[in-house]
Nanobody, 127 residues
Framework: QVQLGESGGGLVQAGGSLRLSCAAS????????MGWFRQAPGKEREFVAA????????FYGDFVEGRFTVSRDNALNMLYLQMNSLKPEDTAVYYC????????????????????WGQGTQVTVSS
């Protein structure tokens, strides 16, 4: 069973930064593409970033505009999201997700691709 746990959320002023972390308990014999999604109150879950197993392929949601950086450390089973220049509209619960894959090259932008989800961490950006 794969388990994911996010941390690093909190309250920050507009223009500030946060670094989210996701600790993954995964099967060492498998490969996992990873992603970050977010959901604001009253809105649908939204794609934030995706990264392939070796980190060679990375995608971001259109709204990111160079402000966020996704990375991973497979030796530590960790996924990260560095968020800079935060805006009030970035306020949401942020979720990490994992997709077991045979490919080390693919990254996935659709939430339906991911079988495993964390509980989420709240990010609040004040104006």
């Amino acid at each position: 069973q794969v388990q994911l746990g996010e941390s690093g959320g909190g309250l920050v002023q507009a223009g500030g930064s946060l670094r989210l972390s996701c600790a993954a308990s995964i099967r060492t014999s498998s490969k996992y593409a990873m992603g970050w999604f977010r959901q604001a109150p009253g809105k649908e879950r939204e794609f934030v970033a995706a990264i392939s197993w070796y980190g060679t392929n990375i995608f971001y949601g259109d709204f990111v505009e160079g402000r966020f950086t996704v990375s991973r450390d497979n030796a530590l089973n960790m996924l990260y999201l560095q968020m800079n220049s935060l805006k009030p509209e970035d306020t949401a619960v942020y979720y990490c997700a994992a997709h077991e894959t045979h490919s080390s090259a693919f990254a996935y932008v659709g939430s339906h691709e991911y079988e495993y989800w964390g509980q989420g961490t709240q990010v609040t950006v004040s104006s």
